[in-house]
Nanobody
Framework: VQLQAFGGGLVQSGGSLRLSCTAS????????MRWYRQAPGKQREVVAV???????HYVDSVKGRFTISGDTAKNTVYLQMNSLKPEDTAVYYC?????????????WGQGTLVTVSS
């Protein structure tokens, strides 16, 4: 299973970006999808989670500004980011876990850079 993430870029403070991440593999049945981020000099942190049942969870710093959504039929997860702040600058990584055939797997995308200028 390979994950490809798209949508990063440079945006001014207060702007918006939408990230997407699609997992390849016709036999992959996704369970949980997450977005992480890692800012320079900081540890990677989970930003948002969506389960196969549609439950969502966010880190406090993005609540009310970011929205995670998913399309399990397409194995695609999105992250709509509004009201971006300079402190949101980071490399964003998508993560999906689930069943690949009869095996459980945990898969990562390559990361996409989000830069928010003040």
């Amino acid at each position: 299973v390979q994950l490809q993430a798209f949508g990063g870029g440079l945006v001014q403070s207060g702007g918006s970006l939408r990230l997407s991440c699609t997992a390849s593999g016709s036999r992959f049945r996704v369970n949980t999808m997450r977005w992480y981020r890692q800012a320079p000099g900081k540890q990677r942190e989970v930003v948002a989670v969506i389960t196969s049942g549609g439950s969502t969870h966010y880190v406090d710093s993005v609540k009310g500004r970011f929205t995670i959504s998913g399309d399990t039929a397409k194995n695609t997860v999105y992250l709509q980011m509004n009201s971006l702040k300079p402190e949101d600058t980071a490399v964003y990584y998508c993560n999906q876990n689930g069943m690949m055939g009869s095996s459980w797997g945990d898969y990562w995308g390559q990361g996409t850079l989000v830069t928010v200028s003040s």
